[in-house]
């Protein structure tokens, strides 16, 4: 690939990805068929079958699904300065609109209305939340194992409010351990 | 310096989260709180304004962490924290992605961190209950009051639209207009 281009190829990544992140609502995931639509269909920049990949490497790596999947297209299809332009594009957006909204929140919310608004949006915020925990529930390991991890993740973090790194660090190596000595016993492939 | 301090914090907090957007919730909590940068009321108001606009969640409170406790640099600085460390580990894992797809080093720790993530989540849902429940000076034993009871229903009603795959943004309105109305009537 010739200089220009790699950066026609990388200013081209970055309008994606800007459009992306200007116009997904609800984050990470809901941005998984668009990446792919765009990248993928539209334009050849990448193969299908890594879009496919995109979302099990995000997963398995700590930060936010939109950026992991930005950073790994952009990563792709043009190196390291194809995966700066696409996260920088999908970053931009939200980093300009939040500032505006932040300055002008703090005004509204003197205001009864907003003030009666967010009373009943926090009861529906927290059911929101709610149903993330049903959904994480839904793919997480069900047996005894799963099972002691999520109790054990409820104590550590809600009542004795210990350290929540201390705890992923720990549960990561329980799994390792757990997961290595399942599989010499023969319940896990 | 605060600008150091919020590329600190959401450095960590972008390093240590697990499944993305709301799995972050316990440890903002834990870390924004507790360097008390916001209240866990300002927070969960801030859920709705990020579900309302668009972009993920990381980001959009990255920046207005940022942007409440130090200005347009902060938020640069806290959005950049939280940013950095996928960036670069996605670097590394996408020299070699097959390799880490098919490691059972990764799938083993995943396969605990699912679960945590649950337990954690969980956590972060029981310490938001008296932020939303018992918001308006609402004591445990006047469990009858309008507030009190306003907000049960509502997150109930809610509750069982999420499940039903109703859209966020409208789930947010329909919430928001339910408050109106029980502050209008009730309160």
Redesign the interface.
């Known amino acids: 690939m010739s200089v220009n281009e790699k950066w026609r190829k990388a200013l081209q990544l970055f309008g994606i990805f800007f459009k992306i992140?200007?116009?997904?609502?609800?984050?990470?995931?809901a941005?998984i068929p668009l990446i792919e639509y765009e990248t993928a269909e539209k334009r050849q920049l990448i193969d299908k079958q890594e879009i496919s990949?995109i979302v099990?490497?995000?997963?398995?790596?700590?930060?936010?699904?939109?950026?992991?999947s930005a950073?790994?297209v952009g990563?792709?299809s043009c190196g390291?300065l194809g995966?700066?332009m696409a996260?920088l594009g999908?970053?931009l957006?939200?980093?300009c609109?939040?500032?505006v909204?932040?300055?002008f929140?703090r005004q509204v919310m003197d205001n009864?209305?907003v003030?009666?608004?967010?009373?009943?949006?926090?009861?529906?915020?927290?059911?929101?939340?709610?149903?993330?925990?049903?959904n994480?529930?839904k793919?997480?390991?069900h047996g005894v194992?799963?099972?002691t991890?999520?109790?054990?993740?409820?104590?550590?973090?809600?009542i004795l409010?210990w350290?929540?790194?201390a705890?992923?660090a720990l549960?990561?190596?329980?799994?390792?351990?757990?997961?290595?000595y399942a599989?010499k016993k023969g319940w896990m492939e | 310096m605060i600008y150091l301090e919020l590329f600190y914090t959401f450095f960590?907090i972008?390093?240590?989260?697990?499944?993305?957007?709301?799995?972050?919730?316990?440890?903002i909590q834990?870390k924004v709180v507790d360097n008390g940068w916001l209240t866990l009321?300002e927070i969960?108001?801030f859920?709705?304004?990020?579900?309302?606009?668009?972009?993920?969640?990381?980001?959009?409170c990255a920046?207005?962490v940022g942007?409440?406790t130090a200005g347009?640099l902060g938020?640069?600085c806290a959005?950049l924290g939280?940013?950095l460390?996928?960036?670069i580990?996605?670097?590394i894992?996408?020299r070699c992605?097959i390799r880490?797809?098919n490691s059972?080093?990764?799938?083993?720790?995943?396969?605990?961190?699912?679960?945590?993530?649950?337990?954690?989540?969980?956590?972060?849902?029981?310490?938001?209950?008296p932020?939303?429940?018992l918001?308006?000076g609402v004591s445990l034993s006047s469990l009858t009051s309008p507030?009190f009871l306003?907000?049960?229903v509502?997150?109930?009603t809610?509750?069982v639209?999420?499940?039903k795959k109703v859209?966020?943004?409208i789930?947010?309105l329909?919430?928001?207009?339910?408050?109106?109305?029980?502050?209008?009537l009730f309160?």
């Open positions: 992140g200007a116009f997904t609502f609800g984050g990470g995931y941005m990949d099990a490497i995000a997963e398995s790596t700590p930060g936010p699904i939109a950026i992991n950073t790994f990563y792709r390291v995966s700066a996260t999908v970053v957006p939200s980093l609109i939040i500032m909204i932040a300055f929140l009864v209305y003030q009666y608004a967010f009373f009943g949006i926090r009861a529906g915020v927290l059911a929101l939340i709610a149903k993330a925990v049903v994480f529930y793919r997480a390991d194992f799963g099972i991890v999520m109790v054990a993740a409820f104590l550590w973090s809600a409010d350290s929540v790194i705890l992923i549960c990561a190596v329980a799994g390792i351990v757990y997961c290595t599989r | 960590t972008g390093l240590f989260t697990f499944g993305g957007g709301y799995a972050m919730l316990p440890l834990q009321e969960v108001d859920v709705a304004v990020s579900e309302s606009t668009p972009g993920p969640f990381a980001v959009n920046t207005y942007t409440e347009i938020a640069i959005t939280v940013v460390p996928s960036f580990i996605i670097l894992v996408a992605y880490f797809k059972k080093l990764v799938s083993g720790a995943m396969f605990a961190l699912r679960a945590t993530v649950v337990g954690l989540m969980a956590g972060a849902v029981f310490g938001m209950l932020t939303v429940f918001s308006a507030e306003c907000s049960a509502i997150f109930v809610m509750l639209l999420a499940l859209s966020p943004i789930l947010i329909c919430s928001a207009a339910a408050g109106i109305l029980s502050g209008l309160l």
